[in-house]
């Protein structure tokens, strides 16, 4: 089964790109190819150049320094991914050690600046993960994910699980960190509210592929290819009289539709979606879709 | 008659009762070998019994701890392998494990029955069956009730310690 | 009722062909015992045929024990003595533990706790020495070694049915069903029952592995299938003070049977365990 196929994304410095799709569309799998922690009998084919350096050619010690220390991932559910049995100190020195030589007080200061960007109080820094609520947990990963300041951090579906003011307040600390730092940013979500807030630019995926890339401005008012149609028109707003969604259900992965994979779904199918598979073509300046029909939607 | 120590010696003055310890307090460490090999047979039959039963456990436990979102997030921020083996998954799949040792120790008081039949070695349980058999029911609940005492105790001890290991669990 | 199990071969797979092999071959063994042994097992026609404690001949495959009995056609008779206590004991204990544990789990409430305050005090109790205590209650004999398996072995249904069912409440389809106005009987025996027997086999294969030792313990102990009936445990026990003397023939066998039985019950339990397991975490995405 393909996870993606054929996928190819060029992220600048300062720059965030927002994924967007539905489960089972891939994008968690990029996020975590990206940082090579995917499970161990998954191949990878391909190639990830990172400022320059190709990941799939080092060795397993450099690619474990630039996990933390220049690319870091966040992660959806903040409930479980931290060490029960560790506190948010330990947290935070063990990470801080294991790239960069410095004393255990240096390590501790740097954490608590840190929590403190992330409006955690410090001094529950000897308080374990089970003593906060999950807003908190999720803002303890972010500061972990931060404290080495990474170059680009790789955020997936980092406020799913969260109400919608906890939500407002990460999204406000991206926001902050993408101005303030110059950190590029990968974004992974569903939801595309998030995505026009905080991202520069937006590729849509589907069933493992890209059907559509372009600037934030260019794939909301002006989309192409027909899943975006779709899924902007499915978003509900205050004078929303009549509910829309896609009809059908996303693909079963291991034996994907022929030619076209959004095809059995879409409205202006025709034969040959069938057979042919769409290129990304770039249809406007810095915008690509993939169908064979794009220059109608234009 | 038990086979708890050499017929030819005789064993240690009774400080605990227990021939190992009384042999070290009183200096003798000829009664004290003596007393090792005759351990060594029924403590292997039990150890190797249950040494089945813990990888097992043990497994399971690590299986699933190695999985864990906290592991994955770990590896994500570049924590040696070595490390999160050992701080991430074996010491969270350690905690049932303990439990589980404990009530097991508990239980082996008086449910060593047939190791200490064939070794011939005067146990909890061999009394218990032996009371049975006798139908000498004073000395059938005595012994449940010691028993059910020990197997209390030894729970308040695993919940201590787990208290001790697992944050979660603090009162 | 299962779902189509892969022909994978995996190694939980082939455990599970070999456990099941093995049950078969046994449970052969017992029904055939009759055909299969070449000399009676007990009685009077079977003592002194030859001077006692001979080593394997070809007579005699497994040699003759102290009465001059031939140890493998006690070893084949003693299978069905086995089977039949494990049977007994095994089927028994299903048939009271998993409509208890039903009921328990579904009714919740001071019911349960009381019931459940029952089951984990026998549970917590070594087996082997309730089984004692029970069978000398009862007396001996296979019938009786049989109930005094199946107490041990109640609470374990009950607790593995009721841990299901708890789960398998919960689930929206029972809540469909209550809403659509099925009597709580109904809910029991045809929601939650059926998806809770899918994990009673796993149970079923190891806790038949468990009672066969148990069985063979008490035996051994004495207070099980007495002399001069043909059964492992018992043939062990009275094999041990001839040890010394050389006389291997006598525990091994017995002693192999015992293992061999154990072992194939094991591997059925643990491969069906691996195999089923995966399948019911899918089921619950």
Redesign the interface.
Known sequence: MHALDNISLDVASGESIGIVGETGSGKSTLGKAVLEILPPRTEVKGRLVFRGRELGQLDKARIRHIRGEEIALIFQDPMTRLNPLMTIEDHFVETIKAHQRVSRQEALARAEAALASMRVPESRISNYPHEFSGGMRQRIMIALALVLNPSLLVADEPTTSLDVIVEAQILEILEDLKRTYKMSLLLITHNLGIVAEVCDRVAVFYAGKIVEVGTVDDIFTRPIHPYTRLLLQSIIHLDTKELHSIDGAPPDLVSPPTGCRFHPRCPYAQAVCREKIPPLDPFRQDQLAACLFGKDFL | MNSRFDISSSPPAAITGLYTIDSLLAGRLDLFIIAIRHLALPCLTLGLVLSGFFAKTVRANLLRTIN???V??????????R?IIS??AF??ALIPVITVLGLEFA?LF??A??TE??FNWDGM?RL??DS??V?DYPL?QGTIIVFSFI?VLISILVDILSGV????VRY | MLPMLEKRRTLAGVMSWIGLGILVVFTLIAVLAPVLAPYPAQGPYAQFLTPPNQAPSFNHWMGTDNLGQDVFSRVLWGAQTSLEVMAIGVILALAVGFPVGLYSGYVGGSIDKAILLVMDSVYAFPGLLLAALVAAMLGKGPFNIGIAITVIYIPLYYRVTRNQTLSVREETYVEAARSLGARPWTIMWVYIAYNVLITIPVIFALSAADAILTAAGLSYLGLGIQLPTPDWGLDLSVAQQFLTDGVWWTSFFPGLMIILLTVGLSFLGEGLNDLINPLLKKGRT
Request: charged share 30%; net charge positive; hydrophobic share 40%.
């Open positions: 864990a979102d906290y994955e997030a770990a590896r994500a921020r570049g924590i040696k392998e490390t701080r991430y010491k969270n239980i008086a449910g029955v047939l039949t064939t349980g218990l069956i049975i058999e139908q059938i197997i290991i697992d944050p979660r």
